[in-house]
């Protein structure tokens, strides 16, 4: 699990990806001629932080967004979300700005409706700089406990899935915490160019009364969006033949 606690220790809050394409591009260069297939790259400025790897004769693509949530500071250390992070007072922040490397916790000022949140720190942070949520990963033998495991961990399985596969498309994206995400732009350009119309999403979801811890992967059927039923039906059926464990979600 070194490769996974390496990765969720990267600042790559959406918007600011470009530290996470370069440990993986430095990855992928060193680890590619030992996979079964060598990839062909799509990257570049016209890709933004984004990364394309195509093997083979694709006819199915994988999406992992590189980006995790977080914090933009805004004046006098208000902080404003980037996605959706808890923000309860006392949580450990980390960065860093022109000025040095920063940590603070928290804090909350105003009452109910014109409540805000603050970093405590003991200059003004630069404006515009992002903050994320300093990691302490824990392993056991059972568990693997970390923030931004969403979706450090769903990159971590597409890197897997890699060393073995013959043919097809994995695609790491970008900005998919907040404000849509760059899958849309990626999914016209992998369809165009090499005529593949399926994907699958390595990402990760909760744990609630229907999703149980070590009861296999979960498959979602729908969230606030409804995928076409028969290509749903069609991934359980070959999920059913593998012999995987999968929950529905």
């Excluded at 200059?123 to 824990?138: A, Q």
């Amino acid at each position: 699990m070194k490769l996974l606690k390496n990765m969720c220790e990267i600042h790559a809050p959406s918007g600011e990806e470009c530290a996470m394409k370069a440990f993986l591009m430095d990855y992928i260069n060193k680890n590619m001629d030992s996979w079964k297939v060598k990839p062909v790259l799509h990257l570049g400025e016209e890709f933004q932080d984004n990364i394309i790897m195509v093997f083979g004769q694709p006819t199915t693509a994988i999406f992992a967004h590189l980006d995790t949530i977080g914090f933009t500071v805004k004046y006098d250390n208000e902080i404003v979300k980037i996605g959706s992070p808890v923000s309860t007072k006392g949580i450990v922040l980390v960065g860093q700005d022109s000025q040095g490397k920063i940590e603070g916790k928290i804090i909350q000022k105003g009452e109910k409706e014109n409540k805000k949140i603050f970093i405590d720190f003991d200059r003004e942070i630069d404006r515009g700089t992002s903050l994320t949520f300093k990691v302490n990963f824990r392993e056991s033998n059972e568990f693997i406990q970390s923030c931004y495991m969403d979706n450090r961990l769903g990159v971590w399985n597409a890197l897997e899935v890699a060393k073995t596969l013959k043919n097809g498309i994995i695609v790491f994206s970008s900005w998919e915490e907040h404000g849509g995400g760059s899958a849309g732009y990626l999914g016209k350009f992998i369809y165009e160019t090499y005529a593949v119309k399926q994907a699958l999403i390595s990402d990760i979801t909760w744990i609630t009364n229907g999703i149980k811890h070590g009861q296999g992967c979960a498959i979602s059927l729908r969230d606030s969006g409804i995928p076409r039923k028969s290509f749903v039906n069609k991934i359980i059926t070959i999920a059913k033949k593998s012999k995987i464990p999968f929950q529905l979600e």
